[in-house]
């Protein structure tokens, strides 16, 4: 047998202030009623202990004599007979319960590749690095000017790099930033073969 916990919320109930539970498990029979406990987040609660692999249809009994169905149920079936609808519940056994569990495990595999994959895209894609003329110290330097990647690299004028680079000390004033702007627009553009072979040509970046 497993624990199924059936909840009903607060404002359910309207006029009424109890319920109990009534279904396949007990028969409707009401002198075997299972009663709703309410609980602090304001909904009323019965825990049912149901055989693993087979489905039952339930429904509430408010005390005002109102019935209503599980609000969150699985399912719903109609009696035309009586021209209602059931609340269904099916419980999974502990097979299924294991197997979805696995199926959950393998699919997460590949996601985590996938989003590994896209990370160490998007690192290479933010790398000023890999800009001829600028090394770590440079690189976190325009990226507290707002400067964080090949495309905001390649949007920036020669004024304003020089600037930045002057304001930053004669360590940094020595560089020139003109070639910077072009290689970021290849990096950005991905044409790592245009890029490798225009950096051939260049000194530190000149």
Known sequence: MK????SLPGEALGTANSAVLLGDFNNWDIDK???LKPHKDGTLKAKVKL???QTYEYRFLLNDGRWVNDWEAQGYVHKQHFGIDNSV???ESELEVEKKAKAKTADKAPRAAAK???KAVEAVK????????????IAKL?????IQNFKDLSKATIKKLKSTLDAAGSKFAMHDPKSWPKQAKLAAAEKWEELKALQQELVGGK
């Open 33 to 35: 009623a299972i009663a």
């Open 3 to 6: 624990d199924v916990v059936f």
């Open 89 to 91: 519940i099916t419980v």
């Open 126 to 137: 933010n790398d000023l690095t890999k800009i001829e003329g600028i090394g770590p110290a």
């Open 116 to 118: 590994a994959a896209k």
């Open 51 to 53: 055989e693993p692999g």
């Open 142 to 146: 325009l990226e507290q000017e707002g």
